[in-house]
């Protein structure tokens, strides 16, 4: 529509300008188009999640051992008629339904998260829009609107659909949502080329864009899914939520083990079956039944039961980390993500920079003036570049009086006393300045004061002449004030105020394009301001075209965007931390190679920037191979950004997107983590991404990153805690399988070292406690002096597989010998499983000391975690008493033992812990 004209726009559209639509044509098109709104996202049930989670490979084992127990207390119950044993069995069962139910429930919890993007797209179209239909002008709901409405808007309104202008008057549109510029756009209604870029489409006004200066009448071209805006939730629905490094690491060791756990059992009930059939010659079902009953603490025994648990739990405190960083982390797994991050792309408007247009320095009266603070705050002094004294109000009282009465915008306090702007951008930062310099146009208009001021007329600004003017009575004189671009302003002065002094024009004229230029090339925008003495017939009765000419240049104002005053920093820490950072924006390319050299993302101020209009002509293969090394990117529409996260993500890249705008949404999705500001961010922006920045500071990234690197140093921790565990277990009731070979006193030798709950209780008590209490541990040292983490990489890798089996098979044996030498004792299958039991809890407890560590346990303060303490004595008094008290005798098939031999389990398994981590000390052997 924009590469037509006006006219053909309207016929194509069978509308009527001056008529609007009929109910009967509005009634076909909301039939044909349907309502103005952004069509919802079909969100999965709630019993689908909750189904799917009962079949993570975990569960799936645990589903077989239920299928297990139950076939051991069938058969006790009927074919034995032993009812004790049978119910042993059932409450095996039970017990493993209830880690199901715990598993699944929090897996459930975690991945019903549901994305509300789309919801909040659509509840930006909320609002009533002014719409001729009918012949007549009348207020309707937005979701109402049909291409073809003839919609007329003003100052502070929303534009509710896509529109071709048809007439404008001053129109200026904040288009950042949709095109990241901060700058207003200028519209009209001329006729555009073909294949012009969205951010240049100035006869187009777009759904969500808000109008800041003027009033324009347009036609809707385009409404609901089919508006820019529209686009934008098409593409959030094709970007799938991907899972994050340590849910594939997670998902990957998991299948593993399910193998490997389906091969032990196999192995133990074959071996256990052929035994029985040499020393027999038949295979009886009792002996069957005994061999499954050691097969079910075995498969319980082969894998983590409590991982998901556990790490949903380490994963819940790490958030609540990030949270105390001013960091809402929305989605669990994401939290160790950012840890693994090694790009970081940002949006420039409202991430790197604020998005408040801001006057920082001045020239006037042939001084160039520094002016502090940023934003709309009015706080901040004025003081001489040359010399960085306060600046002399007699030098630039003339030009900012001149700045703020050829204005019609202003600064207000919100309930929350932010300040919030009223006007164009532009004019708004000299209003600002005003407040700076303690000149008010409100004071000077109200006639407090020396002086009355009254504004007579207003010539608005005007694209065509570039220009605006105001004449103001000031007591009994008359004056005219005219502020525009520095080139346009030069042509219709005579003289400049240079020294206090008049100089002619032709001899400052050099001076002046001087600043410019200098502002210019520190990514300053500029705005000159003029000014003349009148008389009272030229201030009530001359031309706009005779008022504006023979004009004093007063000054000229250097604007910007100014970045956020803790990113440099925060850019400097993450690429010491090998982490690059990307500036993606649709700002000119100009602007963002400028400010990305300042922030120091860039060291070269001629480095590439690749513009948008670049990249749509480039191939997938093409952008591949230049994501690595670009480091700014300009003019960029959203699916651009997708495509570069893509690239990037392609070179095995750990992207994180952060953004406020609408328009940053769909990267957000795409992006390994979406990272959205959570002041100035915008409800879909905040919605699609996975981190919400609190406080808006980019610093608060820095600080999650290296939360996340610390946080999976924990969960590597907790993972050999977990697996060193498994590893004792499995390996203790295997050598009571192959090196039991007859009955040892009252043990059978089908007898297991350690029945299934007794299992499930160390898995999900004695270890998951002080496992998940490693969540609370500071990290070891400074993680942001080192790389990020091979995401691919393995979690048992850099010798942690090596640590887990050494450790692990030397608990294991000492949890057999344990057993063996009650057995040779004379006590009952009951006692000896008990100190079975016993010395692996122990034994477990004792090392979760040396595994909070990468070196040995006397690197660490045993104290500095109290969470973990705690979590070691409630896990070692609990399982104690649980073989003392008669209940959980019945239950778990414990028993009561005396005083020396619980010394003796509680101490005894300390040795292999304190030996090992002493040589690894004295020998710095790293595998151990």
Do not use: C
Request: charged share 20%; proline share 3%; hydrophobic share 45%.
């Amino acid at each position: 529509m924009y590469s037509q004209k006006r006219k053909d726009v309207v016929k194509q559209l069978e509308t009527s300008r001056h008529d609007g639509l009929t109910t009967e044509s509005v009634e076909a098109r909301l039939t044909k188009y349907g309502p103005n709104k952004i069509q919802q996202e079909k969100q999965e049930s709630a019993l689908k999640v909750y189904l799917r989670s009962l079949r993570e490979p975990i569960i799936i084992i645990l589903w077989i051992a239920i299928g297990l127990t139950l076939i051991s207390a069938s058969y006790d119950f009927f074919a034995k008629n032993d009812p004790a044993h049978a119910l042993s069995s059932v409450y095996e069962g039970i017990v493993i339904w209830v880690v199901i139910l715990i598993n699944s429930g929090l897996t459930y919890w975690q991945k019903l998260s549901a994305k509300k993007s789309l919801d909040a797209l659509s509840s930006a179209s909320q609002h009533q829009a002014n719409v001729l239909r009918d012949q007549s002008w009348q207020k309707i709901d937005a979701s109402q609107l049909v291409p073809g409405d003839i919609v007329d808007v003003k100052m502070g309104d929303f534009i509710e659909a896509d529109l071709r202008w048809l007439s404008v008057n001053e129109l200026q549109v904040n288009e950042s949502h949709l095109t990241g510029e901060s700058d207003a756009v200028e519209k009209d209604s001329k006729v555009l080329p073909k294949n012009t870029g969205l951010a240049d489409r100035t006869n187009m006004g777009f759904s969500g864009s808000t109008v800041v200066n003027g009033s324009g009448l347009g036609v809707v071209t385009a409404t609901g899914t089919h508006t820019e805006l529209g686009k934008i939730a098409d593409l959030l629905q094709q970007n799938k939520t991907q899972k994050t490094p340590i849910e594939q690491n997670i998902t990957q060791l998991t299948k593993r083990l399910m193998i490997a756990a389906i091969g032990v059992v196999v192995i133990a009930i074959t071996y256990d079956l052929v035994k029985e059939y040499l020393n027999t010659g038949t295979i009886p079902i009792t002996a069957l039944m005994d061999s499954v009953s050691g097969a079910i603490a075995l498969a319980v025994a082969a894998i983590p039961d409590s991982m998901p648990v556990v790490l949903s739990i380490v994963l819940t405190i790490g958030a609540r980390v990030l949270a105390r960083n001013r960091g809402l982390i929305k989605s669990l797994s994401s939290v160790e993500t950012l840890g693994a991050t090694t790009f970081i792309a940002s949006d420039k408007t409202g991430t790197l920079t604020k998005n408040e247009m801001t006057v920082t320095r001045f020239f006037a009266n042939g001084i160039n003036f520094a002016v502090d603070g940023n934003g709309y705050d009015p706080v901040g002094e004025i003081t001489s570049i040359e010399d960085g004294e306060i600046g002399q109000e007699s030098d630039y009282i003339s030009f900012i009086k001149g700045a703020i009465l050829d204005n019609e915008s202003q600064i207000q306090r919100n309930e929350k006393g932010h300040y919030e702007p009223l006007g164009n951008p532009t004019d708004v930062s000299l209003v600002v300045l005003g407040h700076k310099a303690k000149i008010l146009r409100a004071n000077l208009l109200s006639q407090i004061g020396d002086q009355d001021y009254d504004i007579l007329r207003v010539f608005p600004f005007e694209s065509e002449r570039k220009m605006m003017s105001t004449v103001v009575k000031i007591g009994n004189n008359y004056k005219l004030f005219t502020k525009g671009a520095p080139d346009v302003i030069m042509q219709h002065t005579t003289d400049v105020i240079l020294d206090s002094k008049s100089v002619p024009i032709k001899e400052a004229q050099a001076t002046l394009e001087e600043q410019v230029l200098n502002y210019a090339n520190d990514a300053l925008r500029t705005i000159a301001v003029a000014g003349r003495t009148l008389t009272k017939e030229e201030a009530l009765n001359a031309t706009q075209t005779e008022l504006e000419d023979q004009l004093t240049f007063l000054g000229i104002a250097g604007i910007i965007d100014p970045p956020r005053p803790e990113v440099r920093k925060s850019i400097a820490t993450l690429h010491k931390a090998s982490v690059e950072v990307v500036m993606i924006t649709g700002d000119h390319p100009a602007t963002a190679r400028a400010i990305a050299y300042r922030l120091g993302i860039i060291k070269d101020k001629q480095a590439r920037v690749i513009e948008g209009q670049e990249i749509e002509k480039m191939s997938d293969e093409q952008l591949f191979e230049v994501v690595p090394n670009i480091r700014v990117y300009a003019r960029v529409s959203p699916e651009h950004k997708q495509r570069i996260i893509k690239a990037l993500q392609k070179h095995d890249q750990v992207v994180a997107m952060t953004g406020d705008g609408v328009n940053d949404a769909p990267a957000l999705r795409a992006a390994d983590i979406g990272i959205a500001m959570g002041i100035n961010g915008t409800e879909v922006t905040k919605d699609s991404a996975d981190l919400i920045l609190l406080d808006d500071q980019f610093t608060t990234i820095e600080n999650s990153v290296a939360a996340g690197r610390t946080i999976f140093a924990n969960i590597k921790n907790f993972m050999r805690q977990e697996l060193t565990t498994n590893v004792a277990e499995v390996l203790s009731i295997l050598l009571g399988t192959f090196l039991i070979t007859h009955s040892i006193g009252h043990i059978s030798e089908l007898t297991p070292t350690l029945t299934a709950i007794m299992v499930l209780w160390v898995n999900m008590i004695s270890d998951s406690l002080p496992s998940f209490a490693l969540g609370y541990d500071d990290s070891e040292h400074d993680v942001m002096t080192v790389k990020p983490r091979n995401v691919h990489e393995s979690l048992l890798a850099n010798h942690l597989l090596s640590r887990v089996m050494i450790r692990g098979v030397i608990m294991g044996l000492s949890v057999f010998i344990a057993f063996y030498w009650a057995a040779k004792s004379g006590m009952q299958v009951n006692e000896a499983q008990t100190v079975a039991f016993l010395t692996l809890v122990f034994g477990q407890l004792w090392h979760v000391f040396d595994a909070r560590s990468t070196h040995t346990l006397f690197r660490r303060n045993p104290f500095s975690n109290p969470y973990l303490l705690a979590a070691v004595l409630f896990a070692g008094i609990s399982s104690l008493a649980i073989t003392m008290l008669p209940f959980f005798n019945t239950f778990m098939g414990t028993s009561m033992l005396n005083w020396q031999i619980y010394i003796a389990v509680i101490f005894l398994p300390a040795i292999p812990t304190l030996v090992l981590s002493g040589l690894k000390e004295l020998f710095k052997i790293k595998i151990w």
